[in-house]
Every structure is written in C-alpha cells, then in structure tokens.
C-alpha cells in the first residue's frame, strides 16, 4: 500500500502518456449548475455531515467521469454493510471512488486487512458502491453509475454489484435492462482485480444530488408502457411505521387530520418499485418524514407539493424538488425522545398537528 490518490484522474495521468489519456479517462456534465431557492416553511437544520446549499447563489457540480484502471482491483470490506474501496494495481485508494463517511476506517483499519485479489480476465464496469441496502442510495448512487457507464462507450463484459439481496435491487435491475449474465455479485470480503477495471464517478461526490441522475432514473423508470396513474393516490402520507428509526411518535393523532383532508396512508416497504413509481406520479400532494422513501418524489409531476416532516435533514430531497419544480415545505418537528443519546437523524419525531393544519389550510388543502 503507498498512500492515495484524491482523484482518480491522478492516478491516470502519473501512469499513462499524456497523448493516450483520452482513451483511459472521459468526462461528462462539466459545466452543470444550478441556483437553489429556499424552501417554503421552517428553517432548515441540516444533518452534520451535510454542506448545505448557499440559497440565492449560483451552484456549480464536480464533473463526472469515467476511468478505465487497468489491472485495478474492486474489494468489498466485511463491515459497514458492505464498504467499497477501489484500488489501483499496487493496492492504492481511490479516494474519489469511496464514500466520505467510510474513509476514516479504511485508513485506520481496513487498509490492514486488505485480502489478496482473485483474477478477473476481462473488463469489469464497477456500479456498488456505499450504502446499497439504502433505497436512495442505491437509486441514485449505484444505479446512476450505469448512465456514466453508458455514456462511456467503454465495453463491459460485466457489471459489478453489491450481493442483490432486496427486491427492490433485483426489480430496478431489471427495469434498467442488465442482462442477469453481465452481472456478477461482489459479496462482502471479496477482492477481484480485473484485466480492466471500469470506474464511473459517484454521483453523490459530485453534490450529493445531482440533476442528470435524476433525469436518468426518470426517463429509465417511467415508461409509458408499464406506467398507471391513479386518482386514488393524489393526496398521501407515507408512514415510516415499519422502520427501526425516524417514526412520527404521534401518528395516530395526526392521520385523524389527514384522513379528514382526504390522505391516505403509504408503506412503502410493502410495494413494488413500480407500484411506487406509480403513486407518486401520481400524487398531487405528499407529507413524509425525512427517510429514503422521498426518493420516488423524483417520479413526481412538476408542482406537486411536498411537505417534508424532520427534525434535521440532508439536503438530497429538497434538491430534487428543485430540479423537477416541485412546491416544496419544510415543517420542523420536536424530537419524540429528548434525552436520547443516539444521533439526531434516527430520532422518532412528534408532528404539531395544528401547525400542519394551518399549513394545509393556507396551501388551500381542504
């Protein structure tokens, strides 16, 4: 092991002639920007590993890339829930292809514990990344990577991701197309080192969210051809009363307004991807705590009003209401445990009721 390199690019330009860079590094989306407006409602307070947007000024991403390494090396460390570290032929991190929260531990730990590398005689397009079992992550994180990946032009013979464990894995997988023959499973402890390793940046490192991954999904997930839409659903609340954290305390209380206006209750994890897809085109109007659920607001119809309960947020979902023109409302809420120790974002939270009523009533929701 000898050190890092910050971005990949480095790593490409010390080993290839300046006159073969093209063929081993492209770029794309190196001029996107964007000008973030604030919210209606409460003020934000962001999560402490957020860098939150300056509203009213002009925004500008890191480009995307893509990298070809060849004899580089993919490894799926046994904790974390699957952390990824890409490395170069001398076992180097690319610092660039690692989510931030994870750096740390390689750095003390794991970077010690780095298995020897089983061959891979071909080229490997490398989408697992952080934080797979998490529905946003894995949408906008892992699947946003194939569009890089296509845009390349480089040939794949397969596709790297995490074990595909979860049914909403395997069904967006399939939606996006990818043959299950080009798809080879990194579980957790393994380490391959391809002949050429394919490394699409990662779409949160450019800013956490960015528009042309959401563009992407959209146009891959809504198909008019397996698209319903349903006046049934154009008011809704989705409920996280299945989740281990983030619960609204008072739930009870707060549907018997919601059922009044007309809400129904959503558990997400009790439907299909495309069953989501479908509500939330749906819907003309949707109340969610903070979770990943929000993620599918990025299938929902321009002007469509989103009411985000939480108590501290990250910015991902008020950045995609941006981009698609939603009428977004942040509605801050007391944390259900006070005293509790554990961090801020997992806190089940208690809705003021009569807050919301009022919200609903001057936003003309009757």
């Given at each position: 092991?000898?050190?890092?390199?910050?971005?990949?690019?480095d790593?490409?330009?010390?080993?290839?002639?300046?006159?073969d860079?093209?063929?081993?590094?492209?770029?794309?989306?190196?001029?996107?920007?964007v000008?973030?407006?604030?919210?209606?409602?409460?003020?934000?307070?962001?999560?402490?590993?957020?860098?939150?947007?300056?509203?009213?000024e002009?925004?500008?991403?890191?480009?995307?890339?893509?990298?070809?390494?060849?004899?580089?090396?993919?490894?799926?460390?046994?904790k974390?829930?699957?952390?990824?570290?890409?490395?170069?032929?001398?076992?180097t991190?690319?610092?660039?292809?690692?989510?931030h929260?994870?750096?740390?531990?390689?750095?003390?730990?794991?970077?010690?514990?780095?298995?020897?590398?089983?061959?891979?005689?071909?080229?490997?397009?490398?989408?697992?990344?952080?934080?797979?079992?998490?529905?946003?992550?894995?949408?906008?994180?892992?699947?946003?990577?194939?569009?890089?990946?296509?845009?390349?032009?480089?040939?794949i013979?397969?596709y790297?991701?995490?074990?595909?464990?979860?049914?909403?894995?395997?069904?967006?997988?399939?939606?996006?197309?990818?043959?299950?023959?080009?798809?080879?499973?990194?579980?957790?402890?393994?380490?391959?080192?391809?002949?050429?390793?394919i490394?699409?940046?990662?779409?949160?490192?450019?800013?956490?969210?960015?528009?042309?991954?959401?563009?992407?999904?959209?146009?891959?997930?809504?198909?008019?051809?397996?698209?319903?839409?349903?006046?049934?659903?154009?008011?809704?609340?989705?409920s996280?009363?299945?989740?281990?954290?983030?619960k609204?305390?008072?739930?009870?209380?707060?549907?018997?307004?919601?059922?009044?206006?007309?809400?129904?209750?959503?558990?997400?994890?009790?439907?299909?991807?495309?069953?989501?897809?479908?509500?939330?085109?749906?819907?003309?109007?949707?109340?969610?705590?903070?979770?990943?659920?929000?993620?599918?607001?990025?299938?929902?119809?321009?002007?469509?009003?989103?009411?985000?309960?939480?108590t501290?947020t990250?910015?991902?979902?008020?950045?995609?209401?941006?981009?698609?023109?939603?009428?977004?409302?942040?509605?801050?809420?007391?944390?259900?445990?006070?005293?509790?120790?554990?961090?801020?974002?997992?806190?089940n939270?208690?809705?003021?009721?009569?807050?919301?009523?009022?919200?609903?009533?001057?936003?003309?929701?009757?």
């Amino acid at each position: 092991m000898s050190g890092l390199y910050i971005h990949t690019k480095d790593w490409i330009e010390k080993t290839t002639p300046k006159s073969d860079i093209q063929d081993f590094y492209k770029e794309f989306y190196t001029n996107e920007t964007v000008k973030y407006t604030l919210p209606k409602g409460d003020q934000p307070q962001w999560v402490d590993w957020v860098y939150p947007p300056r509203f009213g000024e002009n925004h500008k991403f890191r480009k995307s890339y893509v990298s070809k390494i060849e004899n580089g090396s993919i490894w799926m460390c046994d904790k974390g829930g699957g952390m990824v570290y890409a490395l170069t032929p001398d076992q180097t991190c690319l610092h660039d292809m690692v989510f931030h929260l994870y750096w740390r531990y390689f750095e003390k730990t794991a970077v010690h514990k780095i298995p020897s590398a089983s061959p891979y005689y071909g080229t490997l397009g490398v989408l697992a990344w952080a934080g797979h079992a998490n529905y946003w992550h894995w949408l906008h994180d892992t699947l946003g990577r194939y569009h890089l990946l296509q845009l390349s032009g480089f040939k794949i013979d397969k596709y790297v991701l995490p074990p595909l464990t979860l049914p909403f894995q395997r069904e967006t997988v399939n939606m996006l197309g990818i043959p299950e023959d080009k798809i080879l499973q990194l579980t957790s402890g393994k380490h391959l080192k391809a002949e050429n390793l394919i490394l699409p940046s990662v779409p949160f490192n450019a800013g956490t969210c960015v528009n042309w991954t959401v563009e992407f999904l959209r146009d891959a997930f809504l198909k008019a051809d397996r698209h319903t839409s349903s006046s049934n659903y154009e008011r809704i609340y989705i409920s996280r009363e299945d989740a281990s954290w983030r619960k609204v305390a008072n739930e009870p209380k707060l549907m018997k307004l919601l059922i009044q206006k007309g809400f129904k209750k959503i558990v997400l994890s009790s439907l299909t991807v495309q069953e989501q897809i479908d509500i939330f085109s749906s819907a003309n109007v949707i109340i969610s705590p903070n979770g990943a659920g929000l993620a599918n607001i990025m299938f929902c119809q321009p002007g469509t009003k989103v009411i985000q309960l939480f108590t501290s947020t990250s910015d991902e979902f008020l950045k995609i209401g941006q981009y698609l023109g939603l009428d977004y409302y942040f509605l801050k809420c007391r944390n259900a445990n006070p005293g509790s120790r554990a961090h801020e974002i997992i806190k089940n939270l208690v809705v003021d009721v009569k807050k919301l009523s009022r919200i609903l009533e001057d936003e003309g929701i009757n």
